[in-house]
């Protein structure tokens, strides 16, 4: 254990030593090297990291997890076998260790055929919004396509995409997409656009997190409380990072026990209205908070800001080697549209219907 330590303490003082002569890290440790450098670097270092880690969608690392994959990093072989072993065991994800991705199909399989119909399954949000109100018409009029949204959580829209049942997602949970993309069921996937989760709860705040800093404080604090929480239970991007925030708290309700921990099962604008209607806290993308937030006059924006809500939209197509049948030159380009110039500018452009922008193009 004291030569672990002691390797951990030599890459903790390299990170320092690295980022004050600006040296880059690949690509695949950069998660790593940022979390390093929001542990132990100067103020202004630990400002940078943290705002580098948001923007690139990763989450803050705890300490032994950072200790893990220090280890897994630059440690012996029995170091790196031992940290591989204990991340498993904590269910932590390897920052070293590059994502599995299929071979992509073609990026360009051509037009699609003028008349025909594509599936577009994706996340209430973009729904509840009015985004795709504004989008789809001008994708199908510039197109000759018919497209069907079909708007579920994220978890939903993947295993429509598993079944067949859809050509295209635009969805909001990235370890599902990469598991999604792992399994060969998508193809391209590309960044689209962002936004932040925020927590919003009662005015009266029973558990007072109004202004606090950290979610999984706030998360601490409502289950120490015990004041109502209404949780989608969708497995959709939104349920997903709720269920983060719950683990990284170190408290996490169980519905048939914990009677103020209650299971909605629904979408987020139906998850809202509950919430107004029994004076509970529940987390929400930020988007379909601004769009609904004139009709909740109980509830209040509480906690907002921290890296850990960062909020990321991807586009992927389904895989036409799983199902050749799919309309695969639609999804295509839908997938091309939306990342693309024009389409990146629809996004920055979109407002919600109370004049407020909902979300920022991201596309690489």
Known sequence: MMKMRKTLTIILALALVFASVGFAFAATNQELYLNNLAKTGTQGQQAWALHELSKAGFEQMTNQELYLNNLLAAGTAGQKAWAKAELAKIGAVAAATPAVTTPAASADPGMPEKGSTMVLASTTS??????????????DAKYGTTTKVVAVGSGEAMAMGQRGD???????????????????????????MYNFFVLVGPK??????????SAVEAFKAVYDSQSTFLSRADKSGTHTKELTIWTKSG?????????????????????????????????TDSGTWGTMQVNLPNLELLVQGDSVLY???GVIAVNPAKYP????????????????????QIIKD???????????????
């Open 325 to 344: 049948n799919t309309n695969y030159k639609a999804a295509m380009a839908f997938v091309n549209f939306i990342t693309s110039e024009e389409g990146q």
């Open 166 to 192: 859809a050509d295209v997602l635009l969805v909001h949970s990235r370890a599902a997409e990469d598991k999604f993309i792992a399994d060969g069921w998508g193809v391209n996937r590309k960044d689209v």
């Open 251 to 283: 408290s996490t309700p169980v519905a048939a026990t914990d009677k103020w921990y209650l299971e909605t099962g629904k979408g987020m604008g139906d998850t809202l209205t509950m919430a107004n209607e029994m004076g509970g806290y529940t987390i």
């Open 350 to 364: 979109f407002k919600n219907k109370n004049g407020q922008y909902i979300f920022v193009p991201n596309a690489k």
């Open 204 to 213: 009266d705040d029973p558990a007072k997190i109004k202004g606090m800093t």
């Open 311 to 313: 909020n990321p939209y």
């Open 126 to 139: 973009t729904q509840d919004t009015g985004f795709f109100d504004m989008l789809i018409p001008i994708f």
